[in-house]
């Protein structure tokens, strides 16, 4: 089979390509100084290390089970040490499947696949499988425990995956998933990291290590390595119980020639998740989305309205609707503010807008299951989940389980706070976004902003509450507009901190009526995290571009060679300038483009420019 070699030489070892042959990963076993056995791996790409050897390594206390089974005692939870290596297969898959949104209409899951087979030499009835997965865009490896006949239960204590990186490594680090970024280098390390993590090698090319697929188990963070240079650990947030069968999740190492690369591989993280199996989805329906501040019926009726004007599909009644959100005496079947609740969902369903309401962790523990039928008969389109425990086993399977419950119930998900999705709308699509990111209501500066699509936007949509008018924003209003088309969410939040009384007619506020929040293709132009990006995405036969910089000012170039050949567009084009007597002073002018056109672009500092094409009549 092309690209997949399994063999086994003096140590057991696996060689695996990408399909393309630009990566390459090798497994192996190997005796180690204190006599036993240890399972490596290293991945070179197009020739070059970039995971040097790095050790797989996960531990396990199962003593009280097996005590009950008559089975001696094992308590030194160094479960890798004992394994037997029995055979390996071989897979791979070339398939395409149609997301029910997404930055693409078509994703393809091209990979090769080796899996090897263990057993653990003193109890032959433990087993547990190491597959790797070689995409043209990353590695992927988990974990896998077959059924065991007896029952057992498997108590992991720790997981030690190594990522050995070569010296002069830098990495782009937070240490909470609403913190703010900084370019560190490993030596000058602070503590745990938050996923995906993206690291610069001194050759120019990047490596993002991320979690796909962690939906039964514990989140991992990333800390340094105490004994082994330039290493990356992971870190578990507490144990993990599990019941054969049942598997890690996916410890992704995604790698590119420039940083834009990890963008444009991004699917990567879907395509490790299951397939969805709802069998009806017409009521999951991307929009944009604006906050209702006042908590009342004419509020309410201001923001709808205004929503229809302005194209958008949504309107959000925030927290203490229903009371005071962070106690559990609160009931959130009850609306506590002054909103004639059912008159503003059968307005908003004459206007053709959707109401959401924000819920607060401790009602969602305690009423879930009778909340979320009740919004049902409702009429609600979808639920906020508001500070959500995480990182626990036990707070991921809940979530796991509310995704699910909600869908059950025809009522959308955005998850708000610390939690960062690991690819689970493919599985959940109700799930449309997650904050987990130093967003608008933080008012974060330029810089900032050109970091994130290459970090937390990795992991997936986020909803990072585009503000516009709001005086405390540190860019420019064309940067805010950029925004929209630079980052992604199916509910994109527009005008967070505004009301509907602070727009005065001001023209560009046409880009953000016009842009959707689903696309059937995305172009990455250019970008270096911490300096600039440029995005342009096309819906149907329109495009829309966004291109930021950070504080610095910026001059560029935007080449249209991504237009079909032979075809004419109209672009209208919003850019800063002080000269135009707004609040906002951004300008709005159109021009003739086309797949030759380049277009001169000078961005001043923490500015950007968005920019809508339509095909010329």
């Known amino acids: 089979m092309d690209g997949v070699s399994a063999q086994i030489l003096e140590a057991t070892r696996t060689r695996v390509s990408s399909p393309d042959g630009g990566l390459k990963v090798e497994l192996y076993q190997r005796q180690i100084s204190d006599g036993g056995k240890r399972l490596f791996y290293s991945v070179s790409f197009k020739g070059r290390p970039v995971i040097l050897e790095s050790g797989l390594d996960i531990r396990m206390d199962n003593h009280i089970m097996e005590s009950a089974l008559a089975l001696p005692p094992d308590t030194t939870g160094d479960w890798c040490a004992g394994l037997v290596f029995q055979h390996a297969d071989i897979d791979q898959r070339d398939t395409v499947w149609r997301p029910l949104y997404g930055e693409k209409s078509e994703v393809r899951d091209h990979y090769n696949e080796v899996t090897l087979h263990f057993v653990r030499a003193d109890r032959p009835k433990y087993r547990m499988d190491l597959i ?121 190492m995604m790698v590119g020639e420039q940083a834009i690369d990890l963008i444009r591989n991004e699917d990567l993280l879907l395509n490790l998740n299951p397939p969805s199996t709802l069998a009806q989805t017409d009521w999951v329906k991307p929009g944009k989305i604006i906050r209702e501040m006042t908590l009342t019926t004419d509020g309410a009726r201001a923001a709808i309205d205004f929503a229809a004007a302005h194209g958008l599909q949504y309107i959000l009644f925030d927290w203490k609707w229903y009371g005071p959100a962070m106690t559990f005496n609160t009931d959130a079947t009850k609306v506590v503010a002054p909103i004639d609740m059912q008159e503003v969902v059968r307005y908003g369903k004459e206007k053709g807008i959707g109401v959401w309401l924000y819920v607060n962790q401790q009602s969602l523990l305690t009423q879930l299951d009778t909340i979320l039928p009740l919004y049902e008969q409702w009429g609600i389109k979808g639920v906020k989940f508001g500070f959500v425990e995480l990182g626990s086993q036990r707070w991921t399977t809940w979530l796991e389980e509310a995704i699910r419950k909600a869908a059950a119930h025809h009522l959308m998900v955005n998850i708000h706070d610390e939690w960062r999705p690991t690819g689970e709308q493919r599985t959940w699509p109700n799930l449309m976004t997650a904050e987990g990111i130093r967003g608008n209501e933080e008012m974060p500066d330029a810089t900032h902003n050109t970091i994130l699509p290459f970090t937390r936007y990795i992991a997936g949509a986020a909803d990072y509450t585009i503000c516009y008018y709001d005086h405390r924003i540190k860019t420019t209003h064309g940067h805010q507009l950029a925004l929209a088309a630079i980052y992604y969410s199916p509910l994109q939040t527009l005008f967070w901190y505004d009301k509907p009384t602070a727009y005065k007619g001001e023209p560009e506020v046409e880009f953000l009526e016009k842009i959707p929040t689903s696309w059937d293709e995305t172009k990455v132009l250019e970008g270096e995290p911490g300096a600039y990006i440029t995005v342009a995405r096309r819906a149907g036969e329109e495009w829309f571009l966004g291109a930021i910089t950070n504080d610095s000012a910026r001059r560029a170039n935007i080449a249209f060679n991504f237009l079909p050949r ?15 007597v707004t609040a906002t002073h951004v300008r709005r002018e159109q021009k003739k483009v086309d797949a030759s056109t380049v277009l001169a672009v000078n961005l001043g500092p923490s500015g950007g420019q968005a920019i809508w094409l339509k095909p010329a009549k």
């Not at 990047?206 to 990333?222: H, N, P, S």
Request: contains cysteine; glycine residues 8%.
């Open 132 to 252: 790797c997965r070689a995409y043209d865009g990353g590695i992927a490896i988990r974990y896998y425990f077959p059924e065991n006949p007896t029952g057992v239960y498997y108590h992991i204590t720790e997981e030690n995956t190594e990522f050995t990186l070569p010296p002069g490594t830098k990495a782009w680090f937070t240490s909470w998933a609403q913190g703010p970024y900084r370019l560190v280098s490993l030596k000058d390390w602070p503590d745990e990291s938050e996923r995906p993590l993206t690291l610069q090698l001194a050759d120019g090319s990047y490596v993002c290590l991320a979690e796909a697929q962690m939906v039964d188990y514990a989140r991992t963070k990333f800390k340094l390595s105490a004994d082994k240079p330039n290493t990356i650990c992971t870190s578990l947030f507490g144990a993990v119980d599990g019941i054969t069968y049942f598997g890690s999740p996916w410890r992704v």
């Open 566 to 580: 032979g075809r004419k567009y109209i672009a209208t084009i919003y850019s800063d300038d002080p000269a135009v």
